[in-house]
């Protein structure tokens, strides 16, 4: 059975990697939506392109298993909650990971 820090280690990992293209994914909707309101359009802006190019390999992905009949534009509003799903499923097998190891969460997550 492997270590608790390495077990650890890897799951936190995948989490902050999930955290990283939700939160870029989140703000690309909230840049997005600011300047459709002042009438332009978020393409030509450089944080949107930025925020679009962290996220582009999950929408990718997402583009890949969705139907052809999905909307291109509904592309990334799947792919971030594709990601919710899997950052829930990180979060809960951590705690089933600290559970396994006879700790409480808070004292898990204090743990390097």
């Not at 989490?15 to 309101?37: D, H, N, P």
């Not at 909307?71 to 792919?79: E, G, I, N």
Request: glycine residues 4%.
């Amino acid at each position: 059975m492997q270590e608790l820090p390495t077990i650890l280690f890897a799951w936190r990992l995948a989490k902050l990697v999930l955290e990283i293209a939700l939160l870029a994914l989140a703000g690309q909707g909230v840049v997005s939506f600011l300047i459709r309101l002042s009438g332009k359009d978020p393409k030509a802006n450089i944080f949107y392109r930025t925020l679009a190019v962290v996220s582009s390999p999950f929408t990718w992905l997402v583009r890949r298993i969705t139907p052809p009949f999905i909307a291109d534009r509904h592309v990334p509003l799947a792919a971030f909650t594709l990601l919710l799903v899997v950052y829930a499923a990180v979060l809960f097998s951590i705690a089933d990971t600290c559970i396994r190891h006879g700790l409480t969460v808070a004292e898990c997550m204090e743990r390097r």
